[in-house]
Every structure is written in C-alpha cells, then in structure tokens.
Nanobody, 124 residues
Framework: VQLAESGGGSVQPGGSLRLSCAAS????????VCWIRQAPGKEREAVSC????????YYADSVKDRFTVSGDNRKGFVYLLMNSLKPEDTGVYYC??????????????????WGQGTLVTVSA
C-alpha cells in the first residue's frame, strides 16, 4: 500500500484547505485511514480517521466541527476538509493507514503505511 498526500499550503486564520490522500495497492474498504498531525515541538496526533467499509469516522476534540473527513473508494482517495483554521493547526499532516481489523479502535493503535506528509501553515 502506498499513500501520497497533497493539498497543503499557507493560509490565514479562518481560512480553509482540503488535503487529499491517494491510496494505491489496496481497496480502501480494507484500510483504516487517518490524518496524523505533527505540530512543531509536539507529539504526533491523530486528528481524524475514516473507515470506508462502514463510513466510520473519528475526530480529535481539537478539530471537531471544523474538519470533515471523507473518502472515495472508487478513486482511492481520502480527503480532509479543514475549515476555520487556527494557528495551532499548523504542522505536517501525514496520511497513515492500518489494515482494518474487526472491532478496531479509531484511531488504530499503530499504522503500517505512511505517506510523506504535507505542510500546513496557518498564520496572519
């Protein structure tokens, strides 16, 4: 499985961005795909996850009601729409995936597949 992110960039506070994760080598139904944020000086945080087979989603409290995760199994993409961006949303956003298991918690405890990351900068 290979993952490739795109869509990062610089935006002012209150702005929006949409990140895309292209997944190849596996049907999305077999994966739990998450967006992992690495903010400067902080540990990696799973901000949102998507399970294609049942449309299961997860959002960290810090992004609830601002971010929306979705997927297109036919195209093999998982998206993260980020609205009302704040400076604390700044960081490298990685697309990461785990092989979906029965009763798997969201976010999964560990990930097998990682993308290269895309930088999001929110500043005035």
């Amino acid at each position: 499985v290979q993952l490739a992110e795109s869509g990062g960039g610089s935006v002012q506070p209150g702005g929006s961005l949409r990140l895309s994760c292209a997944a190849s080598g596996s049907n999305l139904d077999y994966l739990a795909v998450c967006w992992i944020r690495q903010a400067p000086g902080k540990e990696r945080e799973a901000v949102s996850c998507f399970g294609s087979i049942d449309n299961h989603t997860y959002y960290a409290d810090s992004v609830k009601d601002r971010f929306t995760v979705s997927g297109d199994n036919r195209k093999g993409f998982v998206y993260l729409l980020m609205n009302s961006l704040k400076p604390e949303d700044t960081g490298v956003y990685y697309c990461a995936a785990a092989n979906r298991q029965w009763n798997m918690p969201f976010p999964p405890p560990q990930f097998t597949y990682w993308g290269q990351g895309t930088l999001v900068t929110v500043s005035a």
